[in-house]
């Protein structure tokens, strides 16, 4: 059998605030902070004291899938993929770490309600850079669309991958028996890494719902014009639906 | 820039009394690969390959390398997460 070790490979270097992040805070009056980080930038003992020093009251949370509090995934993109609500309860969302994939999942879990912005400060170029609704308007249209065609599909092709973090058989083959019982068709499609080009081998399906890595079916649908939408929409499209529509994007 | 933790590596390797190491770094750190495998060949009797491809997060593990009797996978810049149910 093959084991496994996972090694974190934290940054290594201690983090501190900048002035220039401290200053933006004071600027914008703002009291309490929603900290988040990837893992790599996850040990933020010092940052926070020195947050706090100024005043500051820091908000921590555990996201349901990671282990360690602070950290987010990429995959911690809805509502309920935290322990506390301390995005809705917080002045601002502050993301330590570089990259957009992780703060954009910060975004993308407020999509049901107003969505603040993500104020991003990288520790190894010191820089701030702050993402709004703007940056995810295009996948929120596009999620919407994907679940209109998808409700008025006949053929529906189900995408499974067999990573094992990601592979979600049992509720693919599940959404199969509850799309058939609704008298469409669906087939099941096995693959490691899904390559969304292969779509277009396809041209019998109307409509796609991605079980793997749910920022397939947030993020990389604005690139194709076959709808795609994610295993947690599909199971009650009508809803999800809803949810995108009452949002404030 | 980011620790590659290579004595916690020799450890594992050692622990595991594993001969065939695979290691899968994601793509900032896949230039170290190299490094990582003279590393662990200098100070184990193992052998160790670098994986070629992705390395989304710990959701995303090479399967099928028992056909090859690989014993072991080292990732990097992952840590341990809870599967969720959809």
Known sequence: MVRLALIESEYEKEIF???ELINHLKENKIKTIALFASIQFATLDKFTEEL????????????????????????????DSFAESIIN???IILYVGDGMFHPKALLLAQIKT???????????????EIITEKDIEKQVQKMKRNLRMFLNSESIGILVTIKPGQQYFLSAKRLKEKLESEGKKAYIFLDDSINLNNLENYPFIQSWVNTACPRIGTDDI????????????ASNPI??????????S | MYKLELEKVIEEVKNKEAKQVVVQLPDGLKN?????????????????????????????????????????????????FNKEDW
């Open chain 1, 239 to 248: 809803t999800a639906l809803e949810d995108l529509e009452n949002g404030k």
């Open chain 1, 114 to 128: 107003k969505i603040k912005p993500v104020l991003i400060f990288n520790p190894i170029s010191e820089s701030l």
């Open chain 1, 17 to 19: 605030p900048t002035k």
């Open chain 1, 222 to 233: 604005v690139n194709f014009t076959q709808p795609i939408i994610n295993l947690k929409e």
């Open chain 1, 52 to 79: 706090e020093k100024e005043g500051l009251e820091i908000k921590i949370t555990k996201a349901k899938r990671t282990n360690k509090p602070l950290q987010v995934l990429g995959c911690d993109c809805y509502s």
């Open chain 2, 32 to 80: 170290k690969s190299n490094e990582v495998v003279e590393h662990i060949e200098k100070n184990t009797d193992a052998k160790a390959f670098i994986w070629f491809g992705s390395c989304f997060g710990a959701c995303d593990l090479p399967l099928g390398l028992d056909a090859l009797n690989i014993d072991l996978i080292i990732q990097w810049g992952h840590n341990r």
């Open chain 1, 89 to 91: 309860d917080s002045d």
